[in-house]
């Protein structure tokens, strides 16, 4: 079974400049979950949607970011405009939605660099 | 409040022999999953085992087991027979079902098995 696609897996881009992160969950998954790792503040998530629905965006660092899943099979997180703090891993993860704190698969994760 | 707190930034042990990794939790729900992760230094972010607030029996894996101790609120991973691709950043975390979907990673500890 194919695992969460996570797409570019490395980008470079300059300050001010848009960045769109991709994501494909596992087919069946209906949560979908964006986190950011750095050294400084470790793994921490920015939002995630539950049936395509945005449930908690709390982490999203301010406006400059965006998600959106317009379908269960693909979701987007955009940096517009981008700045070198920026420069993280940003990993997409889903987990089905039973009865029960299921685990969460994650893709290779993206990392991105603002220079 | 550090919700997942691993106190071990480093660990070393020998191949074959068995480790334990640190992780103390802090909830006050009654239902709440516990997780372990690994991230090789190729990135990518593997599930390794999880524990239910309910389970009586602790979790194994493989080589993997989870030391669950409800009482003292921690959750230790222990890596029986440590081989050589186990060298990796080992993340535990916890998922507060159902309030919420989000998982709380800790910081994390970086094992090295060396021959």
């Known amino acids: 079974d194919a695992g969460v696609i996570q797409s570019p897996r490395h980008e470079v881009t300059e300050m001010g400049q848009e960045v769109t992160l991709r994501c494909k969950p596992i087919s069946g998954h209906n949560s979908l979950f964006w986190y950011r790792q750095t050294m400084m503040r470790g793994l921490e998530l920015l939002i995630y949607?539950?049936?395509?629905?945005?449930?908690?965006d709390s982490g999203m660092p301010e406006d400059r970011f965006s998600a959106k899943m317009p379908n269960a099979s693909f979701s987007t997180l955009k940096i517009q405009p981008s700045e070198p703090r920026d420069s993280a891993v940003y990993f997409c993860?889903?987990?089905?939605?039973?009865?029960?704190?299921?685990?969460?698969?994650f893709g290779p994760g993206t990392r991105l660099l603002v220079l | 409040a550090q919700k997942i707190t691993q106190t071990q930034p480093g660990m070393f042990v020998q191949e074959k022999e068995a480790v334990t990794l640190d992780c103390t939790y802090d909830?006050?729900?009654?239902?709440?999953?516990l997780f372990w992760y690994k991230q090789p230094s190729s990135g990518e972010m593997i599930f390794l085992i999880y524990q239910g607030s309910y389970d009586e029996q602790n979790a194994t894996e493989g080589r993997y087991s989870l030391n669950f101790q409800k009482a003292r609120k921690s959750a230790n991973l222990v890596i029986s027979a440590s081989q050589l691709g186990d060298s990796a950043m080992y993340f535990c975390a916890m998922r507060e079902w159902p309030n919420t979907d989000k998982l709380i990673f800790g910081t994390g500890t970086r094992l090295q098995v060396f021959p």
């Open positions: 909830t006050s729900d009654q239902s709440y999953g």
């Open positions: 993860a889903s987990s089905p939605q039973r009865e029960g704190p299921e685990t969460q698969y």
């Open positions: 949607f539950n049936n395509n629905v945005p449930i908690d």
